[in-house]
């Protein structure tokens, strides 16, 4: 039996924990359609906060600010998130982030990473960063040794983060996807057609794949 190819592109932002969420259950969902299908993921970019200064933000603060969310409502929604997470074999590090940056370089890089077959590892590598140990993905010199971690060349890494290589690539990205309707993520967009919205389980990514594969 011939695989069935199918394109998936996945906007999401390195600091939005539901994407974390929504691409494990998503891997999960592809790996029990095993063999039947050829999936091409393409990582898109997505900035939840887009104006955030260099520096960051306190995420309780920052989360107050754009929620209206309590420290109690947050940290409810923390756990929440967590317990999600291990259920698809992602561990979120309670109490590892105290802040929330800005995105833009780690999207350039992944862009680049795309072109090298190495943004998927990459994008797990960030999830990684700062889900579960709480870095900085807006930190260049983090950025470069995850490069080098999923078997990209530091040096030209270093050559895209200083040189602004690939910004308009990523707005004209960001731009095209908010003028289509995605205000929100993660979006798992299959075949350019069927839209997936938000951190699913691995059963309704499977439903939605299966019924997406018997109408080709």
């Not at 393409?42 to 887009?50: G, K």
């Not at 960001?174 to 993520?185: K, L, P, T």
């Not at 938000?198 to 019924?211: I, S, T, W, Y």
Request: hydrophobic share 35%; glycine share 8%; charged share 20%.
């Amino acid at each position: 039996m011939t695989p069935t190819p199918i394109r998936i592109d996945f906007v999401s932002d390195v600091s939005c924990p539901w994407c974390a969420i929504g691409l494990n259950s998503l891997e999960l969902a592809l790996s029990r359609l095993g063999d039947s299908v050829q999936a091409q993921i393409h990582f898109q970019p997505f900035e939840l906060n887009p104006h955030m200064v260099p520096e960051g933000q306190d995420i309780t603060e920052h989360l107050r600010q754009k929620y209206g969310a309590s420290p109690a409502q947050q940290e409810q929604t923390r756990e929440m998130i967590r317990q999600r997470g291990a259920e698809v074999g992602f561990d979120f590090g309670m109490g590892m982030r105290s802040r929330i940056y800005n995105t833009f370089d780690a999207h350039r890089l992944l862009h680049w990473a795309g072109e090298h077959g190495r943004q998927r590892a990459l994008k797990k590598a960030l999830f990684e960063a700062y889900f579960t140990r709480g870095q900085d993905p807006s930190s260049r010199t983090l950025l470069v040794q995850l490069a080098g971690k999923v078997g990209l060349d530091e040096a030209e890494a270093v050559q895209v983060l200083s040189s602004g290589r690939y910004a308009q690539e990523v707005r004209d990205m960001e731009q095209f996807y908010h003028r289509n309707g995605i205000h929100s993520v993660p979006a798992v967009i299959i075949n350019e057609t069927h839209l997936i919205s938000g951190g699913q389980p691995p059963e309704a990514f499977e439903r939605a794949l299966r019924q997406i594969v018997s109408l080709k």
